[in-house]
C-alpha cells in the first residue's frame, strides 16, 4: 500500500540532545512537508521541499533541520535550540501541482515528541 | 497578517443531526480552500475548493466557497459517530507549494 510513513510514534527528548524524526513516503511524490501541531492550534509549517537536494524554510523553522537527500525521504531534526519541542510532528507529501495550482498534501500519521 | 478562522472550536451534536461548520479567511492572493478530515492522527482530504459557488458533494459531506464574502462552509447531513474528528480548513495564497495557512480546526463530537 502506498503511503507516509512516520517513525517513531512517540519519542522524548532530553535537555541538550538533538533528536531525528523519520517520514517515508512511497507515493512517488516529488514534494514534501514538516508541520508542527500544538493542542488547539492549526498545523504550522516548519519545513519543505519541492525537489530532491532542495528544501524552505516555512514559519516556524527557527531550531529545526532538514536534508532531502532521497525523494522518499525527509528526515526533520529537532535540535537543542528548538527550546519548546513538546508538540506533534506531521509529514506530509504531495505531487507538485500544475503551473498556478496546488494538489493536495497526504499526511503521515505522525510522530509525538516531549522532553524528559 | 494573513489568516484562517475556524468556527465554531467545538461543537457537540447528536447522531442524525445536520451540521455546518465554518472558514472564514482574510489571505492576500487567494488561490484555493482545503477541507481535511482529523481523528487521532493524520488528517485525511476531503476537499478543494477554488471557485466560488460551485458546491462539493462526497456522500454526506458536502462544501462550498464564498470568495466575495471571503468564506466556506463544510455541511455534514445525517451525522454518525464516525465522524468525530477536528475539521481543519486551509488556504492556499498562490505562493510556493507548501504556503497552505491553517485554521485551528473545529472539534465535532457526534453522540449517539
Known amino acids: 500500500d502506498g503511503g507516509i510513513t512516520q517513525s517513531p510514534k512517540y519519542l522524548f527528548r532530553k535537555e541538550g540532545q538533538n533528536v531525528t524524526l523519520s517520514c517515508e513516503q512511497n507515493?512517488?511524490?516529488?514534494?514534501m512537508y514538516w508541520y508542527r501541531q500544538d493542542p488547539g492550534q492549526g498545523l504550522r509549517l516548519i519545513y519543505y521541499?519541492?525537489?530532491?537536494?532542495?528544501?524552505q524554510k516555512g514559519d516556524i523553522a527557527e531550531g529545526y533541520s532538514v536534508s532531502r537527500e532521497k525523494k522518499e525521504s525527509f528526515p526533520l531534526t529537532v535540535t537543542s535550540a528548538q527550546k519548546n519541542p513538546t508538540a506533534f510532528y506531521l509529514c506530509?507529501?504531495?505531487?507538485?501541482?500544475?503551473?498556478?495550482?496546488?494538489?493536495?498534501?497526504?499526511f503521515g500519521d505522525g510522530t509525538r515528541l516531549s522532553i524528559l | 497578517e494573513d489568516k484562517v478562522v475556524q468556527s465554531p472550536l467545538s461543537l457537540v451534536v447528536h447522531e442524525g443531526d445536520t451540521v455546518t461548520l465554518n472558514c472564514s479567511y482574510e489571505?492576500?492572493?487567494?488561490?484555493?480552500l482545503l477541507w481535511y478530515k482529523q481523528e487521532k492522527k493524520a488528517p485525511t482530504f476531503l476537499f478543494m475548493l477554488?471557485?466560488?459557488?460551485i458546491e462539493k458533494k462526497s456522500g454526506r459531506l458536502s462544501s462550498i466557497l464564498d470568495k466575495k464574502e471571503l468564506f466556506s462552509i463544510l455541511n455534514i447531513t445525517a451525522t454518525q459517530t464516525g465522524d468525530s474528528a477536528v475539521y481543519l480548513c486551509?488556504?492556499?495564497?498562490?505562493?510556493?507549494?507548501?504556503?497552505?495557512?491553517f485554521g485551528k480546526g473545529t472539534k465535532l463530537s457526534v453522540k449517539p
Open positions: 489571505v492576500t492572493n487567494f488561490r484555493s
Open positions: 521541499s519541492q525537489i530532491v537536494n532542495d528544501f
Open positions: 477554488t471557485s466560488s459557488g
Open positions: 486551509a488556504v492556499w495564497d498562490g505562493g510556493s507549494q507548501g504556503n497552505l495557512i
Open positions: 507515493l512517488n511524490h516529488d514534494a
Open positions: 506530509a507529501s504531495s505531487i507538485n501541482g500544475p503551473r498556478g495550482g496546488i494538489q493536495p498534501q497526504h
